[in-house]
C-alpha cells in the first residue's frame, strides 16, 4: 500500500464505523452510535430448529451497516461486524463455514460478504475456515418472497464439498425467515456434521421477533 507525504505527518484518526463522526471514538463507535447498536442487541435465538447468534436486530444503524459493507463496496466493515459477532461463539466448534453465494452473484457483487465475514472470524477465534458448500442454483432473490417461498426458493440450492464432522459454524450477514440457512445446515448434517451453529451479524425483526424485541427493551426498562 503507498504511504503518502500526508499520512506520514498527520496522525490516523479513527472515525465511527456507522457516522464517520472523529469525536470520542472507541472500539470503532462513537457515544452515540455506541448506545444506539446497544438498544439493537440481539443475541442467542433459534433458526428454525438450529441454535443461533445474531449480534444486532436488522434496522437504523445496524442496517445501514449491513448495507455499506453489502453494496457500497465498505469492506473495511468486516473486522467490525465479525468483532460483535465473535461474542456468540462458544467453546466446543470445530470449524467455521459459510452460505456461499452463486458464483455469478459473486462476480456481479465482486465478493462474497458472508465469505468475507467468515474469513475474518476465522482470524478472530483461532478456528479454521473451510469452503464446506457450494450454491448449485443460482435461486432468486429472497427480498420479495414470503417465508414458503423462501424455503421452496432454497430447496437443493446447496451442495456440500465434502464431509465435515464436529460442530460447525455456519455464517451469514443477514437473517430472515432463516430458510436459506437451514438448508444450508440440512446439507452440512447431511455430509457428516455433528451440529451446526447459525451465526450472523444481524436478524430481519418481524412476527415473534418482534414480540422478542419488545420482551428484551422492557426488561432493560424495568
Not at 41 to 47: C, F
Request: hydrophobic share 35%.
Amino acid at each position: 500500500m503507498r504511504v503518502s507525504a500526508a499520512d506520514k505527518v498527520l496522525p490516523y484518526i479513527e472515525k465511527c464505523v456507522v457516522c464517520g463522526i472523529e469525536k470520542g471514538v472507541q472500539d470503532g463507535l462513537c457515544p452515540v452510535c455506541c448506545e444506539a447498536l446497544k438498544q439493537l442487541e440481539h443475541g442467542k435465538t433459534q433458526v428454525k430448529g438450529y441454535g443461533a447468534y445474531c449480534a444486532y436486530d436488522y434496522k437504523d444503524e445496524a442496517a445501514r451497516l449491513v448495507r455499506s459493507f453489502k453494496y457500497n463496496d465498505a469492506k473495511y466493515l468486516s473486522h467490525f461486524m465479525a468483532q460483535r459477532m465473535a461474542k456468540g461463539i462458544a467453546g466446543g466448534c470445530s470449524c467455521i463455514t459459510y452460505v456461499p453465494l452463486h458464483k455469478k452473484r459473486k462476480k456481479r457483487r465482486g465478493f462474497d460478504q458472508a465469505q468475507t465475514l467468515a474469513q475474518q472470524l476465522s482470524k478472530i477465534t483461532g478456528l479454521p475456515l473451510g469452503t464446506a458448500l457450494v450454491r448449485t442454483r443460482n435461486t432468486k432473490t429472497q427480498t420479495k418472497l414470503d417465508a414458503q417461498q423462501r424455503q421452496q426458493n432454497m430447496s437443493g440450492a446447496f451442495e456440500s464439498t465434502g464431509s465435515t464432522g464436529g460442530r460447525v459454524v455456519l455464517v451469514d450477514d443477514v437473517l430472515t425467515t432463516g430458510a436459506t440457512a437451514a438448508e444450508c445446515a440440512k446439507t452440512l448434517l447431511g455430509s457428516g456434521a455433528d451440529e451446526v451453529f447459525i451465526l450472523a451479524f444481524a436478524r430481519a425483526v418481524g412476527g415473534a421477533e418482534k414480540q422478542t424485541a419488545l420482551a428484551r427493551l422492557l426488561k432493560k426498562i424495568f
